[in-house]
């Protein structure tokens, strides 16, 4: 289901969850009063049906908005088929538990360029991700794909290919991470009129409906001249965090963020004060 307002919430479980599982994750993140949080698949699908069961219920009872974030080891332009197999199949994985789980969102980093043409990468990942789509709806597995806007230069994933797929495929729209964007512009793209710059693009190119279901990723962040270094949280870095805010009040923004950085409850309850004092 769609969030009805802008929520925000932690990637993974909070700090100071009692255990680090995803059910003492949702209940402190109800304790926290934030309202989503983002499984962590990172590592590989590791979780069962039953689990996910569980997870879903726990959620629903305690009104928490899930999502999900696929593998680390995705890339849709590997020159080894197999891999693109393998990445396939690691994003079916996590939609199909993450469904179960009740996650709406399935994130994902989609490919690297490999100097490729970049044209040519995005036609290939639209044709994978066309299929697997269709696998999914023919399955019944109701989940939004989010490509997530990648933190170098060499990722494929930029701010426009990931609308692009938004506006020319079914299920699939994008994971605005916004410490990547500023890493990947070499510390542009950090200010009130950039934010707004980004929001106004998803408007026009996915209509109001983009804006009121967006997924976004907001942390601090170490970068150089490549791109994406580490994250940071929010006041050791240089992210100008209250003007994102503003930005995304401004426009009316519903949907999830997900708050990255290493004290993720901390940074993400910053964001949420600081969104809700404008």
């Known amino acids: 289901m769609k969030a009805s307002r802008l929520l925000f919430g932690t990637a993974g479980t909070p700090k100071s969850s009692k255990k680090r599982n995803s059910i003492s994750g949702i209940e402190r993140v109800k304790e926290l009063g934030l309202g989503c949080m983002e499984l962590e698949f990172v590592r590989g699908v590791k979780m069962g049906e039953a689990t996910a069961s569980d997870v879903r219920e726990k959620s629903q009872d305690e009104e928490i908005s899930l999502s999900v974030h696929g593998p680390y080891y995705i890339n849709l332009n590997s020159q080894e088929p197999e891999k693109i197999d393998a990445s396939i199949e690691r994003i079916y994985k996590s939609s199909r538990i993450g469904s179960l789980c009740g996650a709406r969102n399935i994130v994902f980093h989609p490919a690297y360029y490999?100097?490729?043409?970049?044209?040519?990468?995005?036609?290939?990942?639209?044709?994978?991700?066309?299929?697997?789509?269709?696998?999914?709806?023919?399955?019944?597995?109701?989940?939004?794909?989010?490509?997530?806007?990648?933190?170098?230069g060499t990722q494929f994933g930029s701010l426009q290919e990931n609308v692009r797929f938004g506006a020319e495929l079914e299920n699939v729209l994008p994971c605005i991470d916004f410490a990547?964007?500023?890493?990947?512009?070499?510390?542009?793209?950090?200010?009130?009129?950039?934010?707004?710059?980004?929001?106004?693009?998803?408007?026009?190119?996915?209509?109001r409906e983009g804006l009121d279901d967006m997924h976004m990723h907001v942390s601090g962040i170490e970068y150089n001249e490549k791109g994406e270094r580490n994250h940071l949280n929010l006041d050791d870095s240089d992210m100008e965090y209250a003007e994102l805010m503003r930005a995304l009040k401004d426009f009316k923004v519903k949907g999830l963020l997900i708050c990255e950085s290493p004290d993720n409850e901390g940074d993400a309850l910053l964001l949420k004060r600081t969104y809700e004092g404008l």
């Not at 490999?114 to 991700?129: A, D, I």
């Not at 989940?143 to 997530?148: A, F, G, K, Y």
């Open 114 to 152: 490999h100097k490729e043409n970049p044209e040519k990468v995005y036609e290939k990942v639209f044709g994978l991700l066309e299929q697997l789509v269709s696998r999914l709806n023919d399955e019944g597995i109701e989940v939004i794909l989010r490509p997530e806007t990648t933190g170098k």
């Open 180 to 207: 990547h964007l500023h890493a990947r512009s070499n510390g542009a793209e950090n200010s009130y009129e950039e934010f707004s710059a980004t929001l106004e693009l998803v408007e026009n190119e996915l209509g």
